[in-house]
């Protein structure tokens, strides 16, 4: 049973797109752009629990019908979409980006692209940059609700209004709280999966219940009104430091539900309504769809679209978003033009089309773009990093007492690193001089006193704790290091008073001062077959140390790679960064062969 049209929720469907497409485009105008897929979130649900109920209430319940419109709503774009980037992901992607395409896109596929971007999250995997089918999450999301929102709603069809609002209130309040619980310490789960992400729909199903009409015009220009700026604040104000979802959701939720329930009518009402928002909510599903490898494609490095880049993704994003919208959703959506056998059948080819271009991009070994064997050896180098990553580094929470990783057989003494991931190859690379190393490295937690950054919450119990076990023991020097280019000013500071601390307690003290970067990543620069020299940007580094005690030794990665504030990005004849700014191991091990050495001397 069809709801009736609303042209000012098509308008609403707008403003997310396009919230999403400026931010991944790169307009430094909207950072909180992201916020748009929790609009999509609030209005699906809105939407597929009022068919529901309807239908269920009515006695016209079909699960056949149910997803046979799923399907015509969705899969034929996606399947599209799909082949079409597998192949293009050959071109314009490297083949070590390539490896996981295929499986992409048959999550996307399945509905499940939310898990296996979930499961394969961790810190050290591929930068969401380089993987086309990232947005297919938000897909897998609704889909998942849709295959438990039916039974739900047959369950309570025969329940009073009252109890029906109850269940579903408990189930989004259940959601919720576990949105809320898990973003600080488990963002990625709280991000991606559906029981966190649950109460967004629920959210949306619940206005379905709220009586309709009766409020006074000036109430509903009031409630629209701050619909519109809770959306607004979210999309202007947020950005990617905001810890989300948790408690920042509720802004854009709550203003995506204020406007889905009182817009009609309104100055806001109108403003939804007007043809060209109508007009591009109306293509938003396949705009969502293209916009996102195309936006891979553009900053994949094959091609150096330089400023013009967030206009030609804008613009191509609109133009594959209308025509897919014209010849594939529209078509398939004709009942009389594609009947269900027709569409079964069409589907069930175009997938195995999918997987006839996952076949093809698995042959070329990731590589239908020509590459050399010297880009390709670039390109690998993006794997020059230490096994110790995998089995020594801290991502979350705050380990048991002394339970660091010791590697090396100490031939040549003893070493700690105290360091986020920058120390982990420094690590490795002394163990492999013949140092005992010590390492104590924690993803995005700098060696800084007094410093918490809201991803990582136990960082600052984790240094204090460092700190009073280190005082206790004489173990060689500490080396400290850091990603300092991203850190604010008190974690700045507070890697200077974590130094000044330890030589304050007798120990001898090593700063690693920044790697030099050229701003991108170079194992792809450098495969895409462009120059390998860089001018080393001012880093404020040297600003940092006219706090440092004395005792305090420095050691500058830009005196071994850079001359004259000229750098090279090979070490070695191999990349001088693994990414754009963590050291290779290559990297690493010529400045291990310094380090030591370096601390010795300044002792003397």
Same mark, same amino acid.
């Given at each position: 049973m069809a709801l009736s049209y609303r042209a000012d929720i098509d308008g609403l469907r707008a403003v997310a797109v396009l919230a999403v497409l400026f931010f991944h485009?790169?307009?430094?105008?909207?950072?909180?752009?992201?916020?748009?897929?929790?609009?999509?979130?609030?209005?699906?649900?809105?939407?597929?629990?009022?068919?529901?109920?309807?239908?269920?209430?009515?006695?016209?319940?079909?699960?056949?019908?149910?997803?046979?419109?799923?399907?015509?709503?969705?899969?034929?774009?996606?399947?599209?979409?799909?082949?079409?980037?597998?192949?293009?992901?050959?071109?314009?992607?490297?083949?070590?980006?390539?490896?996981?395409v295929p499986k992409q896109a048959m999550a996307?596929?399945?509905?499940?692209?939310?898990?296996?971007?979930?499961?394969?999250?961790?810190?050290?995997?591929?930068?969401?940059?380089?993987?086309?089918?990232?947005?297919?999450?938000?897909?897998g999301v609704e889909e998942q609700f849709y295959l438990f929102m039916p039974l739900v709603m047959l369950a309570v069809a025969g329940w009073g209004r009252r109890r029906q609002i109850v269940v579903l209130s408990a189930l989004a309040a259940l959601s919720l709280g576990l949105c809320v619980a898990l973003t600080p310490r488990h963002p990625e789960a709280s991000f991606y999966l559906l029981p966190m992400r649950a109460w967004e729909l629920l959210a949306g199903g619940l206005l379905g219940y709220l009586p309709s009409g009766g409020r006074p015009r000036w109430l509903d220009e009031m409630l629209a009104s701050a619909g519109l700026?809770?959306?607004?604040?979210?999309?202007?104000?947020?950005?990617?430091?905001?810890?989300?979802?948790?408690?920042?959701?509720?802004?854009?939720?709550?203003?995506?539900?204020?406007?889905?329930?009182?817009?009609?009518?309104?100055?806001?009402?109108?403003?939804?309504?007007?043809?060209?928002?109508?007009?591009?909510?109306?293509?938003?599903?396949?705009?969502?769809?293209?916009?996102?490898?195309?936006?891979?494609?553009?900053?994949?490095g094959a091609v150096d679209l330089g400023r013009a880049a967030p206009a030609i993704i804008l613009g191509l994003?609109?133009?594959?978003?209308?025509?897919?919208?014209?010849?594939?959703?529209? @078509?398939?959506? +004709?009942?009389? !033009?594609?009947?269900? #056998?027709? *569409?079964?059948?069409?589907? /069930?080819?175009?997938?195995?089309? %999918?997987?006839?271009?996952?076949?093809?991009?698995?042959?070329?070994?990731?590589?239908?773009?020509?590459?050399?064997?010297?880009q390709i050896a670039f390109d690998r180098a993006r794997y020059d990093i230490s096994p110790l990553r995998l089995d020594c580094h801290i991502a979350s929470g705050i380990g048991r007492p002394g339970g660091y990783c010791t590697r090396g057989d100490g031939t040549k003494g003893e070493v700690t690193v105290w360091a986020d991931?920058?120390?982990?190859?420094?690590?490795?690379?002394?163990?492999?001089?013949?140092?005992?190393?010590?390492?104590?490295?924690?993803?995005?937690?700098?060696?800084?006193?007094?410093?918490?950054?809201? @991803?990582?919450? +136990?960082?600052? !119990?984790?240094?204090? #704790?460092? *700190?009073?076990?280190?005082? /206790?023991?004489?173990?060689?020097? %500490?080396?400290?290091?850091?990603?300092?280019?991203?850190?604010?000013p008190e974690a700045l500071a507070g890697i200077v008073a974590t130094a000044n601390a330890l030589a304050e307690r007798g120990r001898e003290v090593v700063l690693m001062g920044p790697m030099p970067s050229p701003g991108y990543d170079v194992p792809t620069h450098l495969a895409f077959g462009r120059g390998a020299r860089f001018r080393a940007a001012d880093d404020g580094f040297e600003a940092l140390l006219a706090g440092l005690d004395p005792r305090v030794r420095v050691l500058r990665p830009a005196d071994v790679f850079c001359q004259d504030g000229e750098c090279s990005m090979l070490a070695e004849g191999k990349p001088l960064l693994f990414d754009d700014n963590h050291p290779s191991l290559t990297a690493a091990r010529l400045l291990a062969a310094r380090l030591p050495d370096a601390a010795v001397a300044e002792r003397q």
């Open positions: 485009a790169g307009v430094a105008a909207v950072p909180g752009g992201y916020v748009g897929v929790d609009v999509f979130f609030v209005i699906s649900g809105y939407l597929i629990t009022a068919i529901l109920r309807r239908e269920a209430e009515s006695g016209a319940w079909s699960i056949a019908r149910f997803y046979e419109r799923r399907i015509r709503r969705i899969l034929p774009a996606l399947i599209v979409m799909s082949a079409v980037t597998v192949l293009l992901a050959g071109v314009f992607l490297l083949p070590t980006m390539n490896r996981d996307a596929l399945g509905f499940v692209a939310n898990i296996y971007f979930w499961l394969t999250s961790d810190y050290f995997a591929a930068a969401a940059e380089t993987k086309p089918f990232l947005h297919t999450w938000s897909l700026l809770m959306l607004a604040g979210a999309i202007f104000l947020f950005d990617d430091t905001t810890p989300f979802p948790g408690y920042a959701a509720i802004l854009p939720v709550l203003g995506a539900a204020l406007l889905i329930r009182a817009a009609p009518g309104t100055w806001v009402g109108r403003f939804l309504s007007a043809r060209a928002m109508v007009g591009i909510g109306l293509i938003s599903y396949s705009l969502y769809l293209w916009h996102w490898p195309i936006t891979v494609f553009a900053r994949s994003s609109l133009l594959l978003g209308y025509l897919s919208w014209r010849f594939i959703e529209q @078509p398939f959506r +004709d009942r009389t !033009a594609m009947p269900t #056998r027709r *569409l079964l059948a069409a589907t /069930a080819v175009g997938v195995v089309a %999918v997987l006839a271009a996952g076949g093809v991009l698995r042959a070329a070994r990731g590589n239908l773009g020509g590459l050399d064997a010297q991931s920058h120390g982990i190859e420094l690590s490795s690379a002394l163990a492999d001089l013949g140092y005992r190393v010590t390492m104590i490295t924690y993803s995005a937690c700098p060696p800084a006193l007094g410093y918490a950054p809201a @991803p990582r919450p +136990d960082c600052r !119990a984790h240094n204090d #704790r460092v *700190l009073a076990e280190l005082s /206790a023991g004489n173990g060689g020097p %500490v080396v400290l290091a850091a990603h300092y280019r991203v850190l604010p």
